[in-house]
């Protein structure tokens, strides 16, 4: 298992956290997601065998957030 943390752009509240964390509970691979509207953030566990950094990104994206690249 890897983990990671995301900045993310747009979530504003508690139900923008819900709409990653549900896109990103959809995804094979991922075995953890937690986010917070205050800190901007998502933090992610998931199966690199599985699915990488890019498609976790590409995937907030398709929700119609931003990932801040660091």
Same mark, same amino acid.
């Given at each position: 298992m890897e983990s990671a943390t995301l900045t993310v752009n747009g979530m504003k509240c508690g139900g923008c956290e819900n709409i990653v964390i549900a #896109?990103?509970?959809s995804?094979?691979?991922v075995k953890s997601v937690s986010a917070s509207s205050a800190d901007k953030?998502? #933090?992610v566990e998931f199966d690199a065998g599985k699915t990488n950094l890019q498609g976790?990104?590409?995937a907030? #994206?398709?929700a119609g957030y931003s990932v801040i690249e660091d």
């Open positions: #896109k990103l509970e995804l094979d691979g953030a998502v #933090k976790i990104a590409q907030i #994206k398709e």
